[in-house]
């Protein structure tokens, strides 16, 4: 009700989803959801167990149960399915505590919304922060790696790469999953994942874990200067657009039908805009103009770019649920 536009007390809509979040992130630092994985503890074993004191955890843990993350039993408080999402027990497998530990360093970066909106751009972006605190790539990259263990099984359900297809490009592929799905489902495909070194300090151990070093290879570097080789079969851009300006998503695209091999095929995923903006997807944007300065694109921008770069009219495949994004899917000419 606390969101209702006739609400009496307008502080609600401000107050309870900063102590929502708040919450969350200090449950997740604290590993409060893994502790209650194997089933319910008393309030003095669960502050044990999560290294705080009894009054802190319990304040904690109340405010859990009223958001439906926890539940008091007689023995103890225990997760519910919700808090499944952050331990792995959810029925999608994925664990998303790394985007909890994000969301706790970006914290800080909302205080800078209201410069940003003045300025029209942050003062500095994602990529620059993360030059500065070296520790916020890896922790973005695991942030990706959980959503991209989430995303997987649809891309390897909804998208065939072309008989044969032999090389693939994946650009700003990051901790690489997506490239190790694929290289698995196509023996006979090699990869090559662009993207900049802050991204990438756990990929070569990830592909070595994979045992797939010798056929997919690092280049790090920014994908806007377009040195990524050529002859590819298919191309990967997945959740960058919106990192991109228009002006630079353009270049991409029409490069990329440059390096694709007629009947070639490039995969995006992204949050479209509609008209008018949902609210997940006005959040998002006020999101990147304090990261990147940049936005979500239409379809019909993405089809428009695509059409005259060589490829065909682009399919659109919306997920569910909605807030996972779409996929867009364009075939080069022969
Ligand atoms: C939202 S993440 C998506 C990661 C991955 N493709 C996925 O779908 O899980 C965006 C990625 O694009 C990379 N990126 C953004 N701008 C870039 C640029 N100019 N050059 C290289 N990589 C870039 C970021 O470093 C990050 O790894």
């Known amino acids: 009700m606390w969101n209702d536009e006739g609400a009496d007390l307008p502080m609600v809509d401000v107050y309870l989803p900063m102590m929502k979040a708040a919450a969350l992130i200090s449950a997740g630092q604290l590993r409060l959801f893994e502790a209650l994985a194997d089933g319910p503890l008393p309030l003095p074993e669960l502050a044990r167990a999560i290294g705080a004191s009894e009054f802190g955890a319990g304040h904690l843990a109340d405010f859990l149960v009223a958001l439906g993350y926890l539940t008091q039993t007689d023995a103890g408080f225990a997760n519910t399915a919700r808090a499944g999402w952050f331990t792995g027990k959810h029925a999608s497998g994925v664990d998303y505590t790394a985007g909890l530990l994000w969301t706790a360093e970006s914290w800080s970066l909302m205080s800078n919304l209201t410069a940003a909106v003045r300025k029209g751009a942050p003062a500095k972006t994602l990529w620059e922060s ?33 008989d044969g297809a032999a090389r693939l490009l994946d650009l700003g592929g990051s901790h690489g999953l997506h490239s190790i799905a694929f290289c698995r489902r196509y023996p006979g495909l090699d990869a090559v994942i662009v993207d900049l070194p802050s991204a990438l300090t756990k990929t070569a151990a990830t592909l070595a874990e994979a045992k ?32 991109q300006t228009a002006d630079d998503n353009r270049a991409v695209i029409a490069h990329v ?13 992204e949050y479209l805009s509609g008209t008018p903006l949902d609210l997940y997807d006005a959040a998002f944007r006020l999101t990147l103009l304090v990261e990147t300065a940049t936005r979500t694109y239409s379809f019909d921008e993405l089809s428009s770019w695509l059409t005259s770069s060589g490829f065909e009219t682009p399919t659109r495949i919306d997920l569910d649920p909605r807030e996972k994004g779409s996929l867009v899917v364009a075939k080069k000419k022969g």
Do not use: C, T
């Open 212 to 243: 797939l070093s010798e056929r997919i290879s690092l280049r790090p570097g920014n994908l806007l200067a377009g040195d990524w080789g050529d002859g590819y079969d298919a191309v990967f851009y997945l959740s960058v657009a919106h990192n």
């Open 257 to 269: 039908g440059r390096v694709l091999r007629p009947g070639g095929l490039l995969l995006i995923h």
């Open 130 to 162: 993360m030059e500065e605190r070296p520790h916020w790539g890896p922790v973005f990259s695991s942030y990706m790696h959980a959503f991209a263990q989430h995303l997987g099984p649809d891309l390897l359900a909804k998208v065939s790469l072309p």
